[in-house]
């Protein structure tokens, strides 16, 4: 018997058993452990003990209360190598199923025996370099390709010409671009324009990182200027007459609920309404698929005795059971086999929600204006989609006739980008018009009110344009600032001014100078007030650390401590000495001294009881009084160094302080030098970025004579020899080449030609010197296909393999269940303390450990396919249908019907997208597409025959054939060019979602911007607002 006969033997796909039994959740017996996860007692009493006092009781009885829960699985965590076995649920799978035998390399469908070459194909070799041998038994020819070292084809030849002759066209736009353009294509700053401008403006910026122009800032708040105007027009818009506003006025806003609770809760009530009907919806789609599925059939209804008819009618039934509702009549809804059922669904659902709403608790006109917006936005979207079909459609063939009017420029793809910007400009300008006038007259004939409001925007949208552009200039020119701005604080000397600022007392210590960039020379304003202002600042501090600080002269000649600094009460703007107090050399002193008494009196009234005795200690501690604290902190270091170090600080302070003004621009001329050849720091927060004479913040000297030298001066050079002798002399080169090679080439395919007449036939095999490219049967050699058992076989083991997840993932949380259930009862109890209570079970760990090992083994023994599979439309379809009936088949058999729909993310009862998604699953998206489908569009890569670079690579690595192609594509699907656009489906739920956003007492939204939502009206904008 066959491998794969062998396998299906073995397979049992009738096992039933649910994982909701509870014999397959079987877990070890939980016991009390202590808090660590540990399965052994420990002695708590002996934590305890380490504890204080006051915590021990607590600690004790917080333990013998708690100490139940901790409860842990009764298992030997440490023995890794010994092996837990769950009972996991049974498989159909009982040995490892070996990877599929495939057939590699199918034949072509048909075999072309030799013959002679008709005049019909030397024409196609001689124009394309390939010709067509047509089949026997299928419609799509046969296409061979030739090699390049044989005949090129005068398509190919000329197409090789126009893309020398674009090369030179590229080279003169390149010649003009060196003239004036911006950045080149990889955003250098490389043209004359350029190279001027760097040269006549480099030395002004260089100028101006010393000096300061005036710099600007201008900002414009351009969704406030669109608010505003918007406010205007909803006023208006609350002011007609003879429109329906019952759901405006229902979901008003009032000025003083913030929150809008009130609102808020009628707005969810309708959501809440409508979510109703979206469960009802997915019925509607369900049970119409199904009904259109039986009247497609070519059986008719009257031989009830066909078992797939039957099936389909239980299938039916089984659907409306489950859905609880036969919707269809419920809402009088009709089936026509002839017309799309995606199209029927769609109107359907949209005819079944306005039925819906009319049967609800809402009053009429709120009913009615919900379904005449949500026709509003239907038809805006319909016909929104229109235009966008249109405006795609002319793009496309715009460049299409780009391609066939400059056959050179167009392989230029910044021409083809320049000629498609200037196109869609006018299209959108005359589509638009045509969406607007559409819109309004489908608005009319539906005799919506919303046309009133819609027509209102139309009338007044040039107007709130221009006002928009006047605002936003007039705005521009008052929201005008210094772009930099910069703040420099003076030391102001006591006694300092009190002031009150915001019902609090302040000291005003220091002065604030402002410099900005509003005028030019602001750099040398600034150099100036940092000379005056550190001076004062310098002369202030070295004062201060001179005369009243710790080293200071009073520290000196004070006989009492002092506090040489103030402080005031926020509250009572009281002044007061501060914190801070300094002490003098004589109070220092008299520390010592007294330092000395209280050491001599403590050892003499100690008790003798240390190592050496009294008498002994008596020795060091007279040398630790008059030695040690006498002489050499007392005499040496208050009565010597420390009056030194004042007086040296006193005559370094104040010679500093008397010749600040001579040594502080030394200072500022370091500051400069930082910033030119470092860092700006004095521009780093410029507001405005693009200025003229603007310097990059760091290294701005050395950047900008970069670019005066560099991008400047031999710029200039450079793009005068590209623009006088490179580019000239590439221009004439490459359309000289041009010629040269494209009359080379006819004249050799002209000869080769002939010998083709001569010598040639059409060959049955393949070789280096012509190869099939595509044609019935190529892809073959590249898609596999399976018999249906094999498919059924995939299909169990992708369906176990979600059971597994589930079961494993249900497994799991029994197996934390006890930690965190823990966790959750003790956690409250350590959030009083601002602490959090960790519990870690070792047994939990290893539990896990062994199910995944468990599942991984049970895995392993599933199938496994490495192909492209692909089927016919015919088996596709039988397929399918038989993949349904296994499926519902299982979903009984192992009762998945609580899961198997969230788990593939499918409405409950939609069999067949159910089994679409089990197919992709297993083959992926593509399985999906016929075979033939693909056949028509399956092509050989036929750039490597024009690719010499890769054909040496393939004889380097000693391929026979390697002329041939190694790789292929599939063509996109072509699409039609006047698909029809139809009306969707749009859910009530979207449309109360817009206008409750448009609701605001302040208006934030603008309908310039928001084009879905110039039918709406803002019914709750405040005036006051």
Not at 1004 to 1010: G, R, T
Request: a positive charge; proline letters at 3%.
């Amino acid at each position: 018997m066959h491998q794969n006969d062998q396998n299906q033997a073995n397979i049992d796909f009738n096992q039933q058993y649910t994982l909701e039994d509870e014999k397959y959740y079987k877990l070890p017996n939980l016991i009390v452990g202590n808090f660590k996860g540990q399965r052994t007692h420990i002695n708590y009493q002996q934590d305890i003990k380490k504890l204080d006092d006051d915590l021990k009781d607590i600690a004790e009885s917080t333990v013998l209360k708690l100490r139940d829960y901790a409860k842990v699985w009764d298992v030997d965590s440490t023995n890794q190598k010994q092996r837990y076995y769950f009972n996991i649920p049974p498989t159909s799978f009982l040995h490892k199923i070996k990877e599929f035998e495939l057939p590699k390399n199918f034949q072509a469908y048909e075999y072309n025996a030799v013959s002679n070459l008709s005049e019909k194909q030397i024409k196609e070799m001689y124009e394309t370099g390939t010709f067509e041998v047509p089949s026997k038994q299928f419609p799509i020819p046969y296409v061979w390709q030739i090699s390049s070292w044989v005949i090129k084809g005068s398509q190919n030849i000329k197409t090789s010409k126009y893309l020398d002759l674009a090369r030179a066209y590229k080279a003169y736009r390149t010649w003009l671009a060196y003239i004036a353009q911006e950045k080149d294509e990889i955003g250098r700053n490389i043209s004359l324009r350029s190279a001027i401008y760097n040269i006549g403006i480099r030395p002004l910026v260089i100028f101006s990182i010393f000096f300061g122009f005036k710099e600007m800032y201008s900002y414009v708040e351009e969704q406030k200027i669109l608010s505003l105007i918007e406010t205007q027009r909803q006023l208006e818009l609350k002011k007609l007459q003879n429109i329906n506003i019952e759901l405006y006025k229902y979901l008003q806003l009032k000025p003083g609920d913030y929150k809008n609770v009130e609102a808020k809760q009628k707005y969810e009530d309708l959501q809440q309404c409508q979510n109703q009907f979206e469960i009802e919806r997915n019925g509607i789609k369900l049970q119409m698929q199904n009904l259109y599925d039986i009247q497609t059939e070519k059986k008719t209804l009257l031989e009830t005795e066909d078992e797939e008819i039957i099936e389909q009618h239980e299938h039916l039934q089984e659907q409306i059971n489950q859905l609880q509702s036969d919707f269809v009549k419920k809402y009088n809804l009709f089936i026509d086999k002839n017309i799309d059922i995606n199209l029927q669904i769609e109107l359907a659902e949209y005819l079944a929600q306005k039925q819906f709403w009319e049967k609800t608790k809402y009053s009429k006109p709120i009913v009615n204006q919900i379904i005449s917006l949500g026709d509003c936005l239907r038809l805006y979207d319909y016909h929104y989609d229109i235009y966008q079909a249109k405006y795609n459609s002319a793009i496309k063939r715009f460049k299409e006739q780009i391609k066939q009017q400059h056959k050179i420029k167009s392989n230029f793809q910044q021409f083809v980008d320049e000629e498609t910007q200037k196109f869609k400009k006018d299209v959108k300008k005359q589509l638009k018009q045509q969406f607007v006038s559409n819109f309004q007259e489908d608005m009319k004939l539906l005799n919506l009110p919303e046309i009133q409001v819609y027509e209102q925007f139309q009338k007044c949208k040039k107007q709130m344009r221009d006002n928009f552009k006047q605002m936003r200039i007039q705005q521009k020119m008052e929201n005008k600032e210094a772009s930099i701005k910069l703040v420099v604080s003076k030391r102001l000397f006591p006694p300092y001014e009190v002031y009150q600022e915001r019902n609090r007392f302040y000291l005003r210590r220091y002065k604030d100078y402002h410099i900005d960039s509003s005028k030019a020379g602001w750099k040398l304003k600034l150099i100036g007030i940092r000379y005056y202002v550190w001076t004062i600042n310098i002369i202030f501090w070295l004062s201060a650390n001179a005369v009243s600080g710790p080293i200071g002269i009073k520290a000196l000649i004070k006989k009492e401590k002092f506090k040489p600094d103030v402080t005031i009460d926020s509250i009572t703007g009281q002044v007061m000495p501060s914190s801070f107090t300094v002490t003098p050399l004589i109070i220092k002193f008299f520390q010592v001294l007294e330092g000395m008494k209280n050491s001599r009196c403590h050892f003499e009234n100690s008790a003798d009881t240390g190592l050496f005795g009294k008498n002994l200690y008596r020795v060091f501690n007279l040398m630790e009084v008059y030695i040690f604290r006498f002489l050499l902190v007392g005499i040496l270091g208050v009565l010597i160094i420390l009056p030194i170090i004042i007086l040296s600080n006193v005559v370094i302070s104040t010679l500093l302080a008397f010749t600040a003004w001579l040594w502080i621009p030394v200072t500022i001329i370091i500051r400069i030098l930082f910033n030119v050849l470092i860092y700006d720091t004095d521009v780093c927060r410029r507001r405005e970025k693009d200025i003229i004479w603007r310097s990059p913040n760091w290294f701005p000297l050395i950047i900008n004579i970069f670019d005066f030298l560099i991008l400047g001066i031999l710029n200039t050079v450079y793009c005068l020899f590209k623009l006088l002798l490179w580019h000239p002399f590439w221009i004439t080169f490459m359309a000289i080449f041009a010629q040269m090679r494209f009359y080379t080439r006819s004249f050799y395919d002209s000869f080769t030609i002939i010998i083709i007449k001569l010598l040639g036939r059409v060959p049955s095999s393949e070789n280096n010197i012509a190869w099939k490219i595509s044609g019935p049967g190529l892809s073959r050699q590249y898609f596999y296909g399976i018999k249906l058992p094999q498919v059924l076989i995939l299909v169990q083991a992708e369906l176990e393999k979600k059971m597994l997840n589930l079961y494993k993932q249900k497994l799991i949380n029994l197996i934390n269940k006890p930690s965190l259930e823990l966790k959750q009862k003790i956690n409250p109890f350590f959030q009083l303390f601002n602490a959090q209570f960790s519990f870690d079970d070792p047994a939990c760990r290893y539990l896990t450990n062994q199910l995944d090992k468990q599942i991984d083994e049970r895995l392993s023994l599933f199938p496994s396919l490495k192909h492209q599979i692909r089927f016919t439309e015919d088996e596709l379809k039988f397929i399918l249908k038989q993949v349904k009936s296994f499926v519902k088949k299982q979903i009984i058999l192992k009762d998945m019907k609580s899961y198997i729909w969230d788990t593939y993310y499918v409405q409950k009862g939609d069999y067949n997208l159910l089994c679409e998604k089990i197919m992709v699953a297993i083959f992926g998206q593509a399985v999906l597409d016929p075979f033939e489908d693909i056949e028509m569009r399956f092509q050989l890569n036929v750039s490597q025959n024009f690719d010499f670079i890769s054909k040496i690579d393939r004889v380097l690595d000693g391929d026979l054939l390697f002329q041939l192609p190694c790789d292929y594509q599939i063509q996109p699907k072509k699409q039609g060019g006047n698909d029809i656009v139809q009306k969707k489906f749009i859910s009530y739920q979207h449309v109360l979602q817009e206008v409750w956003n448009w609701q605001n007492l302040k208006q934030n939204q603008s309908s310039l911007n928001s084009k879905r939502n110039r039918c709406l009206i803002n019914y709750s904008i405040d005036p006051k607002e």
